[in-house]
């Protein structure tokens, strides 16, 4: 039985925007709305990190936090509507790669 076409995505090639983030410092990657497409973990570390939905680093609180990420190696897809803007904190020595859309 024929299948219609196969649509793929290339999520870099989507967004055009991917942030390589490394040390402890908390980043305002953007300060409006965005989506976040993905947080790749290149370099483990010995704490978490998190990504909240807001605008700055001052703002982030329980309750707009949308990940916490691993203190692992691994790639998480998230494709995650964020309202306010997209703010990372990594754990110490973490090296993250954030796609946002």
Do not use: H
């Not at 978490?48 to 707009?64: H, I, K, R």
Request: aromatic share 6%; glycine share 10%; proline share 4%.
């Amino acid at each position: 039985m024929p299948q219609g076409p196969i649509f793929t995505r290339d999520v870099a090639d989507a967004t055009g925007y991917v942030a390589n983030i490394t040390g402890t410092a908390v980043s305002s990657l953007k300060t409006t709305n965005a989506r976040l497409i993905k947080v790749s973990v290149v370099a483990a570390s010995t704490a978490v990190g998190g990504v909240w939905d807001c605008a700055a680093a001052a703002s982030t609180a329980a309750g707009n936090k949308i990940f916490t990420i691993p203190a692992t190696v691994g790639v998480y897809t998230l494709e995650w509507p964020c309202v306010s803007g997209v703010t990372v904190a990594t754990g110490a020595g973490m090296t993250l790669a954030v796609t946002l859309g």
